[in-house]
């Protein structure tokens, strides 16, 4: 299944969130942005993705299920992986081997209202006592959207995985399982506590946000969700190692892809498509042009 670490965490994430009736929610037309960079013998296109959506959105058919249909490649964050593996990976290298727990890295008051969060969801305060902070910190961004019905499986990444499986096209991926996870992973201590009590603070505004950025999204409104992701990074660093980075990365992947023929369909969460410094803009800077067909 092509996927990204928003799709992974501990098994408490899944726990709590079935312990939440799931609402259903009635069709809604959506028209996210997508957009195209093409040659004589190359077309590539770019659509942003939400990797987790309550049910019942239509974004998959109009403009953006005719460029699925003509494309012969897909291109993911990750591609195809094995989702044990991928558990397994961030369970070894997401818990602490020294004998360092999360809450001595703590202080007095950050302890508090982290463990007002933890206990709020019915756990221990040691439930994450052997995991570091990032890991954590993406498990807990999880748990309200999962809550109130948000499902990786509607999400952007596992309807596409499912149309181009059906044709027995399998995901190419822009990273590999370990460097994805090396981005939190390799995260200066100091930035990862910070991450994790970004999320504790605003743990219960996470809800209000998604919501707001699925709106933008289906209208496809690039600029409003630039401003709200950009707002909820935070920490400069931990935004510009994932989004600025991979975005520069992503388009020499694209530039040099241009290189070869064929029709290309490339899915990456939409913040890294919307805004300044997106894939779209280092593109330009290397003197591709992009134009936006929907």
Do not use: C
Not at 120 to 133: N, T
Not at 158 to 172: N, T
Not at 248 to 260: A, K, L
Request: charged share 25%; hydrophobic share 45%; proline share 4%.
């Amino acid at each position: 299944m092509a996927a990204s670490l928003a799709f992974a965490g501990p098994a408490i994430a899944q726990d709590a969130a079935a312990a939440e009736p799931q609402a259903e929610a009635a069709a809604q037309k959506a028209t996210p942005a997508l957009w195209r960079v093409s040659d004589d013998d190359t077309t590539i296109y770019l659509f942003g993705t939400v990797h987790l959506l309550p049910e019942g959105i239509d974004w998959e058919s109009g403009v953006i299920g005719d460029a699925m249909g003509a494309s012969d490649e897909l291109v993911t964050e990750l591609g195809e992986i094995d989702e044990a593996a991928l558990g397994a990976t961030m369970g070894q290298r997401g818990v602490f081997t020294d004998g360092t727990t999360l809450r001595s890295l703590l202080d007095d008051d950050q302890r508090a209202r982290y463990e007002a969060v933890v206990t709020g969801l019915g756990a221990p305060v040691e439930a994450f006592d052997q995991v570091e902070p990032w890991m954590v910190a993406v498990t807990l961004s999880m748990l309200p959207l999962m809550k109130e019905g948000w499902n990786p499986e509607e999400g952007g990444e596992a309807k596409i995985d499912a149309i181009f499986d059906a044709r027995e096209i399998d995901a190419e991926g822009l990273e590999t399982v370990e460097e994805q996870i090396d981005f939190f992973d390799t995260l200066p201590q100091d930035v990862q506590v910070e991450y994790l009590m970004s999320i504790i603070d605003d743990f219960d505004e996470v809800g209000t946000v998604m919501t707001d950025i699925l709106g933008e999204w289906r209208e496809g409104d690039v600029d409003a969700i630039a401003a709200l992701i950009k707002q909820s990074f935070g920490d400069p660093v931990l935004y510009k190692r994932l989004l600025i980075d991979r975005n520069e990365r992503w388009s020499v992947w694209i530039d040099d892809r241009m290189d070869e023929p064929g029709t290309v369909f490339i899915a990456v969460g939409a913040g890294h498509l919307a805004g300044q410094d997106s894939v779209q803009d280092f593109l330009q800077k290397r003197g591709i042009s992009v134009t936006r067909v929907q």
